[in-house]
């Protein structure tokens, strides 16, 4: 896929985790967003307390807000090759789901509770996407042009080709 031949194409920060991690990390983030998101709502809307009831409406405004940052990344920074951009993304999206996550701590535990795994991982993504940014100096356009023309016994762009491949 483009994105992962883009992962691969770009200095990374360390700590970095294999592609392979992104899906089950990410069905698991959502799982829990969604039950968060039920879990607000549920219990927010049917409060007698007005100010509950607000803060559950202004929570359901912020998830969609957060669910749109979320899907715009990925293309900002694997698509557009834009990490300038990406970087201001990831930074909206993990400030608002701070706010959403103590804004739904008053409404029920439980959904602030599922929250904080996302946020722990955004926090970390948003150390990935800056390390990234600085290690490419902010350009992955070069980058991904090398990725296409690069041997094909490598993974990382600049990684050397295994010894004994091309005549070694």
Partial sequence: SETKKTYFALKQPPYRPPPSVFGPAWTAL????????HRAWTV????????????????????????GLNLA??????????????TADIVALTG????????????D????????????????ATYLCIGAGYLNKWDFQDKIKRMETKAEETKYVDEEPESGSMGR
């Fill in 30 to 37: 959502y799982g829990l967003m969604g039950y968060a998101a």
């Fill in 44 to 67: 927010g809307m049917a409060s007698a307390i007005p100010s509950t009831v607000e803060n559950t409406r202004i929570g359901a405004t912020l998830y969609t807000v957060q669910l």
């Fill in 73 to 86: 990344w990925m293309p900002l920074f694997f698509v557009k090759g834009w990490p300038v951009a990406a």
């Fill in 96 to 107: 608002t789901v701070g706010y959403l996550t103590y804004l739904w701590g008053t409404i």
């Fill in 109 to 124: 535990d439980t959904a602030s509770y599922c929250l904080m795994p996302y946020l722990g991982w955004l926090g970390f």
